[in-house]
């Protein structure tokens, strides 16, 4: 049986990012599955709104200095209705937390995302 109902950005982000998600032949497909299975269990339950869920999932990836998907998470925090505002604000309060290297460094990617792709001179 097919799911055949219309993704959401949120959604539609996701993929592509699992679509670049890289590992070796003999394990992708299974690795695949269950980040698709794990994600999917976790951003679909009730009690936050997808906002909430990227402002949440944006500050451990600050901490935890995972700069790739920290990219990725702020355009679906985006997607899902977040501000830029928003998001500054909570990699700011991650400084006090995490510390202000990280905190500084995703500022930057923030800064990066916000501003779009850069344009060949």
């Given at each position: 049986m097919s799911d055949t109902r219309t993704a959401s950005p949120r959604e539609e982000d996701g993929r592509r990012h699992i679509e670049r998600f890289r590992a070796p032949a003999s394990i992708r497909q299974e690795m695949t599955e269950l980040i698709q299975k794990g994600g999917s269990l976790v951003w679909s339950r009730p009690g936050l709104e997808p906002a909430q869920r990227s402002?949440?999932?944006?500050?451990?990836?600050?901490?935890?200095?995972?700069?790739?998907?920290?990219?990725?998470?702020i355009e679906i925090g985006q997607a899902n209705g977040l501000s830029q505002t928003e998001i500054c604000e909570a990699i700011l309060q991650c400084a006090i937390y995490a510390g202000f290297p990280s905190a500084v460094r995703a500022m930057e990617v923030a800064a990066e995302v916000f501003d779009g792709p850069a344009e060949d001179s």
């Open positions: 402002l949440a999932t944006i500050s451990v990836l600050v901490a935890l200095r995972h700069l790739g998907p920290l990219r990725e998470h």
